[in-house]
């Protein structure tokens, strides 16, 4: 199978973790151990989240004396890709993948008039208290809203229309090659008169992730990060693993918009579009989610003979 796995940027530097190189090679190291049987297996295709880096690296921006002013998101977005995908490719290799690994540096085409713009709701960099929060708001002009206990900065996150390079990461998977690419949902940029312009915004990796997958014709999407599962009643005594739904559920299914919420409409949308599964779980669970095993699998509501798939 052509499977297109997304990691969740939790996934690879755990909440409360100090952001050191060495912590995040390790769990870069622990993702390419789950994931090479996989490689070995299937075509696959790897997106990553880099929401804690970039925001780490926002904040440094931002601290330095020596800039006249703060490098922007896109930018810092593009230093992300080839951090993260530099230890992925090298540690899929590492993990004994024999295919060709290849980083590919990635743009994704937004509308400058995307609502996103408007409602800043990506979630970048570490939490804080709320004082914390709203101290360094007000000092450096940050958007911020509450991520569970904790409070962290919100940017803009227009929804993708295309990947630029989705041609030659085609070409790539079709001769073979495990391709890391889409990371950070790809470097926001927009066209004006015909020239390509980064933006200040963060694309969310799971639409990203969804969007490539369907271009691809990839046949599975899983989206792995530090959860074993969609739980119902998140957050409750009573919280339950959702182990299966269609596409239908998975869209009234009530979320926080920074958490799953994301995720399952990533989910929704390719099983949707292709009538193909998509799962949610957890990233040392990846070979147990492919099989449906764990995690969550979202399926299509309704099949092309018109068969209503009941979750």
């Known amino acids: ?45 790897v997106c990553h989240g880099n929401g804690p880096q970039v925001g780490l690296l926002a904040l440094e921006s931002e601290a330095d004396p020596a800039l006249a002013g703060p490098y922007p998101l896109d930018v810092l977005g593009a230093e992300t890709q080839g951090m993260i995908g530099y230890w992925l490719v090298q540690e899929l290799a590492n993990a004994g993948v024999r295919r060709p690994v290849v980083g ?34 007000a000092r450096l002009g940050w958007r911020i809203a509450p991520d569970g206990a904790a409070w962290r900065r919100v940017v803009a996150s227009p929804q993708p229309l295309r990947v630029v390079e989705q041609g030659p990461i085609r070409q790539l998977v079709d001769g073979g090659a495990v391709v890391v690419c889409g990371g950070g949902g790809g470097v926001p940029v927009t066209v004006r008169d015909g020239r390509l312009c980064g933006v200040e915004a963060v694309v969310d990796k799971d639409a990203t992730a969804a969007l490539l997958a369907r271009e691809l ?87 092309r003979r018109g068969r209503v798939l009941r979750p």
Do not use: W
């Not at 085409?109 to 708001?137: M, Q």
């Not at 899983?222 to 119902?232: M, N």
């Not at 998975?250 to 949707?272: D, E, I, T, Y």
């Open 1 to 45: 199978m052509r499977i297109l796995v997304a990691l969740g940027g939790n996934a690879l530097l755990e909440r409360g973790e100090r952001p050191d190189e060495a912590v995040q090679r390790r769990h870069v190291r622990r993702a390419a151990e789950a994931l090479a049987p996989l490689a070995a297996d299937h075509e696959l295709v």
């Open 104 to 137: 590919v540096l990635t743009q994704t085409v937004v509308d400058p008039a995307d609502p996103g713009f408007a409602a800043p709701s990506k979630f970048v960099g570490r939490g804080y208290d709320r004082g914390t929060a709203e101290d360094l708001a």
């Open 217 to 303: 014709g990839a046949d599975r999407l899983l989206l792995l990060t530090d959860v074993p599962a969609v739980l119902r009643g998140f957050g409750t005594p009573g919280a339950t693993e959702i182990r299966r739904l269609t596409d239908d559920d998975a869209a009234a299914l009530p979320l926080p918009a920074g958490s799953m919420g994301p995720k399952l409409a990533a989910c929704a949308a390719f099983a949707r579009a292709t009538g193909r599964p998509a799962a949610i779980g957890a990233l040392t669970d990846a070979a147990a989610v492919l099989a449906g095993a764990a995690g969550t699998t979202v399926v299509r509501a309704q099949d």
